[in-house]
């Protein structure tokens, strides 16, 4: 079955360094990557999504890249701010008809001030 | 639109015990998923629905059942609580009819303890 491996588990950077989330995921028929973005005692929201035809998307200073060959994907965070501090979650879904997504682990972000 | 909601916001259970977890969206979306989420382990997937009467198991289904009878409501039971569902719980949906993909959005979650 699929399986999403999320690293690091845990990430500080300071205030204006950038942070950087890697997935690998195991099932290649995989066609749909979200990250989502979970504050303490909140909902996930979705951040930025890309889909198998794309290489990279870009939302202000949040980027994910997408490399299928190799099967991992990245989320990117630039000049980080103390309130991008949360837990970020990967997950990817088979376009199958299913719509099944498959997390992974989670990286607490923490940006020092 | 109230988007995805769910209730209760918070239960405590007795082992044994049985309890309906309540979801609706009012987005019109055909699939819901239903998700628990503990310290270390991301979100796993419990049961999902690509439609009215139509139902499917993820990842953790035992202990677990679902219905939907309805597009905007996905219910989720309990049959006779044990100290491992102790979690959290999270219900979404999702609409790639409406969006052209399958964004989910997910309500803001039951903490469910089991004593």
């Known amino acids: 079955g699929e399986n999403v491996e999320q690293h690091p588990s845990t990430l500080s950077v300071q205030e204006g360094d950038s942070a950087v989330i890697k997935c690998t995921y195991s099932?290649?028929?995989?066609?749909?990557f979200p990250w989502y973005k979970q504050e303490l005692g909140k909902r996930p929201q979705l951040i930025i999504d890309?889909?198998?035809?794309?290489g990279e998307k870009k939302d202000q200073r949040i980027a994910v890249t997408l490399n299928k060959t190799a099967k991992h994907f990245s989320l990117h965070i630039t000049e980080t701010q103390p309130e991008d501090s949360a837990v970020y979650f990967c997950a990817a879904s088979i376009d199958s008809g299913t719509y099944k997504y498959i997390f992974g682990t989670g990286t607490r972000l923490k940006v020092l001030a | 639109n109230a988007g995805v909601t769910q209730t209760p916001k918070f239960q405590v259970l007795k082992t044994g015990q049985s309890m309906t977890l309540q979801c609706a969206q009012d987005m019109n979306h055909e699939y819901m998923s239903w998700y628990r989420q503990d310290p270390g382990m991301g979100l796993r997937l419990i049961h999902y629905?690509?439609?009215?009467?139509?139902?499917d198991q993820g990842e953790v289904p035992n202990g677990y059942n679902v219905s939907r009878s309805t597009t905007e409501d996905f219910p989720l039971r309990l049959l006779s609580a044990a100290p491992s569902q102790t979690s959290v719980y999270f219900c979404?949906?999702?609409?790639?009819?409406?969006?052209?993909?399958?964004?989910?959005?997910f309500g803001p979650g039951t903490r469910l303890l089991v004593l």
């Open positions: 099932d290649s028929a995989s066609n749909y």
């Open positions: 890309i889909r198998s035809n794309v």
């Open positions: 979404a949906s999702s609409s790639e009819r409406l969006a052209g993909y399958e964004t989910q959005y």
């Open positions: 629905s690509v439609g009215a009467g139509i139902t």
